[in-house]
C-alpha cells in the first residue's frame, strides 16, 4: 500500500486514539503515504507535527462543505490523489461514504464498533488493520505540540517551573454534563491540593468552560490560572505537557493529556473506562464504590440520586491518589481502577 486514506470526522479524543493505527500503518508500510479525512481545522492541528501524515483533508459538513457543490469540490480533490486503500472510521455516515468513492476503485477496510465484548477503542480501531496483517502492541496515543506552542507554554508556566512546585491541571468540562465532577468539588480538590502539596493549578478547557472555571476560581483560595478558552489545542497539548498530572472527566483533554506524556487522574462516572479510559502507563481511573449502575454507558441518570457516581467522588479521595502518583514509586498500568 502506498497512498492511503484514513476517514475519521469525529472529537479530539477520537481522533487521537487513531494514532496507534497510523504508527502501525506507518511501520507495516514504511514507504506509503497517508492522508486524513478529519471533520474540523482544529483537529486537523493535531496532526501538523506527526511525521508519519503526509495532508490532512478537513470535511466542514455544517460549514464550508454543507452545499452540494463545496462537498463535490472536496471529493474531486480527493480524487486527484488516487488512494490504493481507503480505512473508513465512519460506516454509518452516507457522506464519509460518497467521499470515500472519490478513491474508488481502491481497497476498502471499514471499522465496526465492538458489541458483545468489552474491548477499548484503541484496540478496536487496531482491530480494523487485521485484514493487513497488523497486530499492534503499543497503545500509546501520540501528539506533537510543535516548537512554537512548546515555546508559548514554557513562557506562560516559566515561573510555575522555577518554583519547583507540581503543576496540576483540572479539566472541569466535559462534553455531556453526566461526564462532569462538580465546580465545588474541583474547587475543593485545588485548595486542597495547594494546601498539602504547595502545588501550582491551572485550569484548563475550550470556550464552554470560561464561566465554569471562573465559577470554580470564585470559589477557591488558592489563586488558579485560568486558561479556559485561551488556548488552541496544539497550546493546550503543550500546556499540558508542562503538568505533572491531569485531572479531569473522560473527554478530549483528557487524550491530549496522555498523548504528550502526562499522567491523568481519571474521574469516571456513566462512562466505562474500559472503552474510553486512558491509555498508557502511570495513569489513574478513579470510580466511585457501592454505586452498582457504574458504569451505565448511557446519557440519562435515572437513580435516586441525581449523579450519585460523580458526587461520591471526595476531593480528599481525588487528592489522596494524586499524592499516590507524584510520591509512589508503583508504576501503573492502564486499567489499574482504585475504588474509593
Not at 139 to 167: Q, T, V, Y
Not at 256 to 284: E, I, K, M, N, W
Request: proline content about 6%; glycine content about 8%.
Amino acid at each position: 500500500m502506498h497512498n492511503i486514506l484514513i476517514i475519521k470526522p469525529g472529537a479530539i479524543g477520537d481522533v487521537l486514539q487513531l494514532t496507534p493505527v497510523i504508527r502501525a500503518l506507518k511501520s507495516k508500510y514504511p514507504d506509503s503515504e497517508i492522508t486524513l479525512l478529519v471533520g474540523s481545522a482544529s483537529t486537523a492541528e493535531l496532526f501538523r507535527y506527526n511525521p508519519s501524515v503526509r495532508e490532512t483533508f478537513v470535511y466542514d459538513k455544517r460549514g464550508e462543505h454543507k452545499s452540494i457543490m463545496s462537498f463535490f469540490g472536496l471529493w474531486k480533490r480527493l480524487r486527484t490523489k488516487q488512494f490504493d486503500l481507503v480505512i473508513n472510521f465512519q460506516r454509518s455516515n452516507i457522506r464519509a461514504w460518497l467521499l470515500a468513492s472519490a478513491a474508488f476503485p481502491c481497497r476498502i477496510l471499514v471499522y465496526h464498533k465492538a458489541r458483545k465484548r468489552s474491548v477499548h477503542a484503541v484496540v478496536n480501531h487496531l482491530d480494523t488493520l487485521a485484514p493487513l496483517g497488523i497486530s499492534a502492541a503499543n497503545l500509546d496515543l501520540e501528539l506533537s505540540p510543535g516548537p512554537d506552542a512548546r515555546a508559548f507554554a514554557r513562557n506562560l508556566l516559566s515561573a510555575f517551573k522555577a518554583s519547583n512546585r507540581p503543576i496540576i491541571a483540572l479539566n472541569p468540562g466535559a462534553s455531556h454534563p453526566l461526564k462532569q465532577w462538580g465546580s465545588g468539588q474541583f474547587a475543593a480538590l485545588a485548595d486542597i491540593l495547594s494546601k498539602e502539596l504547595s502545588a501550582n493549578i491551572v485550569i484548563v478547557g475550550g470556550s464552554d468552560d470560561i464561566a465554569l472555571s471562573e465559577e470554580i476560581a470564585r470559589y477557591t483560595v488558592s489563586r488558579p490560572l485560568l486558561l479556559a478558552g485561551k488556548l488552541d489545542l496544539l497550546q493546550l497539548g503543550a500546556v499540558l505537557e508542562q503538568c505533572d498530572v491531569l485531572v479531569s472527566g473522560d473527554t478530549g483533554p483528557m487524550h491530549l493529556a496522555t498523548a504528550v506524556g502526562t499522567r491523568v487522574a481519571g474521574l469516571f462516572g456513566s462512562t466505562d473506562p474500559a472503552r474510553t479510559g486512558p491509555v498508557g502507563r502511570g495513569h489513574r481511573v478513579i470510580q466511585a464504590e457501592g454505586v452498582p449502575c457504574v458504569p451505565c454507558r448511557s446519557l440519562t441518570c435515572q437513580t435516586a440520586v441525581y449523579l450519585e457516581c460523580m458526587k461520591k467522588l471526595s476531593p480528599e479521595n481525588v487528592y489522596d491518589v494524586i499524592r499516590d502518583m507524584l510520591y509512589e514509586e508503583k508504576t501503573f498500568q492502564r486499567g489499574a481502577t482504585p475504588m474509593i
